[in-house]
């Protein structure tokens, strides 16, 4: 297994979070875009799966905000595959 493939691996893992409504959003995304991403929004999606699940939930269903431009455009990349 190569390094890029163990560390999508690994981001797969860190998407179930244990909140359905969080796996029902980052699952699927992780499942079939993740491996598309460059290293620096995958870099970001590592980040994004730092926040806590209630910030998290609230950013991806757009009632917040993420100050961070870079990684709010990978929170709305997230929400528009579900659309």
């Known amino acids: 297994m190569t390094t890029d493939n163990a560390k999508l691996n690994y981001l797969k893992w860190r998407s179930r979070r244990g909140m359905l409504e969080l ?13 598309t991403l460059n290293k620096q929004q995958q870099e ?3 980040t994004l ?7 998290l939930y609230s950013h991806l269903i757009n009632r917040t905000v ?13 929400r528009n595959f579900h659309c």
Do not use: R, S
């Not at 796996?23 to 491996?35: G, N, V, Y």
């Not at 799966?49 to 910030?55: H, Q, R, S, V």
């Open 44 to 46: 970001l999606y590592e």
């Open 23 to 35: 796996d029902e959003l980052l699952i699927p995304f992780a499942d079939k875009q993740l491996a």
């Open 66 to 78: 993420n100050n961070n431009v870079e990684l709010q455009q990978l929170i709305n990349d997230i």
């Open 49 to 55: 799966l730092t926040l806590e699940d209630p910030i």
